[in-house]
């Protein structure tokens, strides 16, 4: 008998499982043996480029006279320099600590920052990315001030009990000279001081070093005898101290609004007092107290009256009164109003020395959010012009989009535009920081920005060379009616901050047509035209996009479309343009509170002025229907060659034909799907009777349940910068907080996974543009609808299990709210499996991974397309994915990248015959497949996997699952290197690329942690290994994942220093040096060295190397022309030396010689002596 082998067995059915699984690949991936695919890991390195916009959260400033550099510090430890237009640069301190105080080596090209962590850091800026040569950390004292004069290297550290200690920037060493407050007070004084605020020397004798303390007492030390010459008391505390060029006088600014004038040698009380702002009482008594004056400049001139500039000081009785900046000049005072509070100021002055005249030219502000440049020298005192890209935040950035290699027309065009946009009255003078040159960089491709606003106004961006200038500014707002008081807003609004918000936006380079989508459920689109339109009608269409699950039986059996019966419930039979619905025919408002009909915004009704630039096409706007508040659009898209606009929310989508103004299509996402498809749901409950546990009315739809609770929610746009998600995903919110990403069941959140998979869930649902506040409040909603708890969708790594594990009390109607569209992708493709003849489609992806084709009939062009109309259907599933879908694009069989077609740009306002010679005709037959074969490739990518499909056998092709424990936030189909690839941006940080059509790994990096949603929301990747997001509420952060770019950055990067003579010490005259009444200078080398002075005590401050440290700044900021000095300069040393070695070698070899001769003559002297006769 034979003998029965299990192992053989075994792997028999092994092998026939591998076999059928391979040729379920093999079989559809012939014709995609022969892509070449050129793109390999080294292709890609990732690396942060630049950073642009206004500093977040400023704490200080700094300028340099001569190389005209402004340094801004922040609260975050970042920080920003910036020269001419386009030379800027960030730098980040490690500890992230508070920025207190800057202070420029004047034309040295470095920076010392004091921090609030007690720690002093010295950057060199010699370089193109600054580096910190040396750190010195204080460990028993608080840094309160800074003090580094003019041409010095000692600088004067003041700290928080009253101490000054000085720190020899060139070693970042302590000296062991010490300024003790209770030897700088006086000794009968019972109190302490309170903290150094402030330390500089006198301007005439650097051997005088004046100390202002908090309690306002000022004291003139003497550096020399170390002793205090003067001691200057009153009773408000100090804020600041300027002195007069001459050094026989010092102003003090002062808490209770005054400021002091001190004559150095009268002590006694101040020579004059006053306060700007106070009101002078007639009965000669003090004047009321204002407020603190933070800070004072008093800077001379040599023709006319100083300038006294300073900040704070207003009356208590402006009680809202925005902070002004008050300049005083001679008998002039100006009170300049500004926007936001001011952080600092400085006064600009022709001289660096502090011994000379000054001559100020202008002031520049920092304010919490703008910086301000005002212009000395004019009557009026204008405002500088400001070159850089600080207005990013002039509204909360709520969406942006980055367009790599635009078409080079498309610039111009635009700054031609925008340049009439900019506003007068500014200075006539060149922006006065004006330091750095620009980088040589390589990379001379268009690139564009484009920045979405929460008061709906967009922008457009020049960031080409990595640079960013603002191009032109659509103000959308404009298109609707404004209400003028808060009672008088529409009752329809779902939205009271920020109805106008920008949530999505599609734009066409080649075509310049633009669609924008607001929160008010509202989508425009917009031409460009170069012509003015003095005034024009607003078109308008009104779409009833609601599913009204409950009525509907079942889905329209072939699941097609004619654009003369939209299968909508409630949709109207012939959809045409409409009124605005503030007219009564529009809508209906019973008095029991149900509306019907009504847009959440009201469009103008008098014709509009449409200035050249992007001009209203078509305004569309979703309706309420039946109470049912309408949901906000998650996805959109627009093809300017077929004319078409379509868009979809958590209800289903609409396609609209704008050049028509007709609504061709209005279905439910359920209703996408063939009935016979295994990914079909039944669109009726089986359990329609069951109640809701809550306090919610019986009877009515899960989506108006859902809609009671949205206008309550949506308020609080603003309160994280408009952070948008998808009102569909509150229902999950609550139940997912602690749930792992990557299970079903439900553990106690008290671990660090769990919390970070609380977190990621979080991201998930709030970055489908919508506010955190409101996925919170559908999850307290969704606990009220159902008593049993939802799970989430069931993971399972298996290919083809799609199922979503649930409940079973949860009903198909709640299963089926949830899944909305969340993108769109125009193509023309095989819109039915094993078709063989190309048409236009539009590929229609959704929440819940699954993938839809809708097939697209288009009339033929010129005036036939205006009149005949276009054929809209359904054609069924193309694939199904897990997690929501993403992004989708086709390849040809080549595995090129098939872009949706366009037609070139034309200006709708110009003549008939310029129109039809810049209109493209469409092809009368699309090319076709031959002999049934896969010529297409259709990439599908969602949050959990990305797919590759031929079509038209719509047969898998290749497969990637992207991740498994995270999700994809931002997916994108990008060219790069002549090749295409997927760009993936995850919730846990890691940024990944793809090949095409293979799917290998090509980049995998950690980099970025979970933060806050701001980074979720405004990701995008763009053409040429581009990216960007906004790290802050006013910061764009620039980042590359293309070797190639990485490797030319340093090239591409402006430089801050350039190497410029300092300017010439003033003349002091015949008369001042032969009686000594020039500046007198000091030793500071023989006074604070360690001969005289001695050393520190080492657990004071502990000094840290920096990375960029060498022996000495010098050595570490020279370029290569010094390194091949000094090394040429040590070859010399090294062979002088080696000269100086033989020498004393040939002397020590002839000495040795002279020694053995004398010894052998002394052996021959005394050979044959005998010893007595020695």
């Known amino acids: 008998m034979k003998k029965f082998n299990i192992r053989k067995v075994l792997d028999g059915l092994t092998a026939v499982s591998s076999s059928s699984s391979a040729a379920a690949q093999t079989g559809a991936s012939k014709e995609n043996e022969a892509v070449q695919e050129n793109l390999q890991s080294e292709h890609f390195q990732l690396c942060k480029t630049v950073r642009h916009g206004f500093p977040h959260q400023p704490s200080s400033m700094a300028f340099d006279p001569v190389q005209k550099i402004l340094a801004i510090g922040t609260l975050t430890g970042a920080l920003r320099l910036f020269g001419r237009a386009g030379v800027e640069c960030y730098c980040q301190h490690e500890s992230a600590a508070a920025v207190i105080q800057l202070q420029f080596l004047i034309n040295e090209g470095a920076l010392v920052s004091a921090l609030a962590d007690d720690s002093v850091h010295l950057w060199n800026l010699r370089q193109k990315i600054p580096a910190i040569l040396h750190s010195l950390k204080f460990n028993r004292e608080r840094i309160t001030y800074c003090h580094l004069p003019f041409q010095s290297k000692w600088l004067y550290i003041g700290t928080e009990r009253g101490n000054i200690h000085i720190v020899n920037v060139e070693s970042f060493t302590l ?55 003067y001691r200057y008391n009153y009773d408000e505390a100090i804020h600041s101290v300027a002195w007069h060029h001459e050094g026989k006088q010092f102003v003090c600014s002062h808490s209770d609004g005054t400021l002091t004038t001190w004559n150095i040698r009268a002590p006694a009380k101040p020579a004059q007092i006053i306060t700007p702002h106070g009101k002078q009482p007639k009965d000669g008594k003090k004047p009321e107290p204002c407020k603190p004056i933070l800070k004072v400049e008093y800077k001379t001139t040599r023709a006319g009256d100083p300038f006294m500039v300073l900040s704070g000081g207003l009356s208590y009785d402006t009680v809202g009164r925005r902070a002004c900046l008050t300049v005083m000049h001679g008998k002039s005072t100006a009170v300049l109003e500004m926007d936001f509070p001011i952080v600092d100021f400085l006064t600009l002055c022709e001289t660096p020395y502090p011994n000379d005249f000054q001559e100020p030219y202008a002031v520049v502000v920092l304010l919490e959010r703008d910086l301000v440049l005002i212009d000395l020298g004019q009557i009026g005192y204008p405002i500088f012009e400001n070159p850089y890209p600080l207005t990013i935040h002039e509204s909360p950035v709520t969406c942006c989009e980055y367009f790599a290699d635009c078409p080079a027309e498309l610039i111009p065009a635009l700054y031609s535009v925008g340049s009439r946009q900019k506003r007068q009255g500014f200075s006539k003078k060149e922006w006065p920081i004006s330091g750095g040159n620009w980088g040589q960089g390589t990379q001379s491709y268009p690139e564009i920005i484009i920045t979405g606003h929460a008061d709906g106004s967009i922008k457009f961006w020049d960031a080409s060379a990595l640079m960013l200038q603002v191009l032109y500014k659509l103000k959308t707002a404009k298109v609707f009616e404004r209400a003028r008081a808060k009672e008088e807003r529409a009752i329809a609004d779902i939205v009271e901050e920020d109805p106008f918000a920008i949530q999505t936006l599609c734009w066409c380079p080649e075509s310049r047509m633009l669609c924008v989508a607001g929160a008010s459920a509202h989508v425009i689109v917009y031409r460009f035209s170069k012509q003015e339109v003095s005034a024009a009608d607003v078109q308008l269409l009104e779409v009833r996009l609601q599913c009204q699950l409950s009525d509907v039986d079942s889905p329209d059996p072939g699941g097609e479309q004619t654009p003369t019966s939209p299968a909508s419930a409630g949709a109207p039979p012939s959809p045409q343009e409409t009124e605005p619905a503030a007219q009564p025919s529009a809508g209906s408002n019973s008095s029991d509170g149900s509306r019907d009909n009504i847009p959440c915004l009201q469009v103008r009704g008098s014709a509009l002025k449409q200035s050249p630039g992007y001009q209203v096409e078509l305004v569309i706007q979703l309706v309420w229907v039946s109470g049912e508040p309408p949901q ?250 897990k997690g929501g879908i993403l992004t989708m694009a086709l390849l040809d069989a080549a595995g090129g990248l098939l872009p949706s077609s366009h037609e070139p740009w034309y200006d709708p306002n110009a003549a008939d015959d310029e129109k039809e010679k810049c209109r493209r005709r469409r092809p009368s037959s699309l090319p076709s497949s031959q002999d049934g074969q896969d010529s297409q490739l259709a990439i599908l990518c969602s949050e959990k996997q990305a797919k590759v499909v031929a079509m038209p056998s719509q047969t898998r092709v290749y497969k990637h699952n992207i991740t498994e424990s995270s999700f994809v936030l931002r997916a994108d189909v990008v060219q790069m290197a002549g090749a295409n690839c997927i760009a993936c941006f995850c919730a846990n940080g890691h940024i990944m690329t793809l090949s095409l059509p293979s799917l290998r790994p090509l980049l995998d990096v950690n980099y970025l942690p979970l933060t806050d949603m701001r980074i979720a929301r405004t990701f995008c990747f763009s053409n040429l290994g581009q990216a960007l997001y906004l790290t802050s509420p006013t910061e764009v952060q620039r980042i590359t994942y293309s070797q190639d770019t990485c490797d030319n950055l340093q090239e591409m990067l402006s430089e801050l220093f350039t190497p410029v003579e300092t300017p010439e010490a003033p003349n002091r005259g015949f008369f001042k040096g032969l009686f000594g009444g020039g500046a007198q200078s000091l030793d500071r080398e023989d006074l604070f060295g360690e001969t005289s002075a001695g050393k520190a005590s080492r657990s004071l401050a502990q000094h840290i190397p920096g990375p960029g440290s060498m022996e000495g700044m010098k050595g570490a900021a020279s370029g290569v022309v010094g390194d091949l000095a000094r090394a040429r300069i040590a070859l010399d040393e090294r062979g002088q030396k080696l000269g100086e070695l033989e020498e004393r070698t040939a002397a020590m070899m002839a000495s040795a010689e002279s020694f053995s001769k004398h010894a052998h003559d002394m052996m021959v002297k005394y050979k044959d002596k005998k010893w007595y006769q020695l």
């Open 175 to 229: 000296s062991g000279y010490v300024i003790m407050w209770n030897k700088a007070i006086e000794l009968s004084t019972k109190t302490h001081p309170g903290p150094v605020v402030h330390i500089s020397d006198n301007p005439m004798d650097e051997g005088k070093l004046l100390i202002g303390f908090e309690c306002g007492v000022v004291v003139l030390w003497d550096l020399k005898s170390k002793k205090a010459d």
């Open 632 to 881: 906000q659009i998650t996805s959109l898209a627009i093809n300017s060659s077929y004319g078409l606009v379509v868009l979809g929310n958590s209800n289903g989508l609409a396609v609209v034909d704008y050049l028509q103004k007709t609504l061709l299509l209005n279905l439910g996402t359920s209703e996408l799907y063939s009935p016979s498809e295994p990914y079909q749901r039944q669109p009726r409950s089986p359990r329609k009777a069951r109640q809701p546990s809550g306090d919610i009315p019986a009877g009515t739809s899960f989506v108006s349940r859902v809609s009671v609770l949205c206008s309550e929610s949506v308020k609080k746009l603003r309160s994280s910068h408009v952070m948008l998600c998808d009102s569909n995903d509150g229902p999950n919110a609550s139940e997912e907080r602690c749930k792992s990403p990557t299970s079903g069941s439900t553990s106690p959140c008290n671990s660090d996974e769990d919390r970070k998979a609380k977190f990621i869930e979080k991201v998930k649902y709030k970055s489908r543009r919508f506010s955190k506040t409101i996925a919170n409040d559908f999850a307290r909603m969704s606990r009220k609808i159902s008593s049993s708890n939802e799970q989430k969708p069931n993971t399972d790594p298996k290919d083809n299990s799609f199922s979503r594990s649930r409940s079973s009390s949860v009903t198909s109607i709640d299963r089926e709210s949830r899944e909305s569209v969340s993108s769109f992708c125009f193509c023309e493709t095989f819109p039915r499996k094993c078709d063989s003849l190309l048409s236009p489609c539009v590929l229609v992806g959704t929440t819940q991974g699954g993938v839809m084709m809708v097939a697209v009939s288009l009339p033929p062009s010129g005036d036939q397309r205006l009149l005949q109309p276009v054929g809209i259907s359904s054609c069924g599933t193309v694939a199904r994915l």
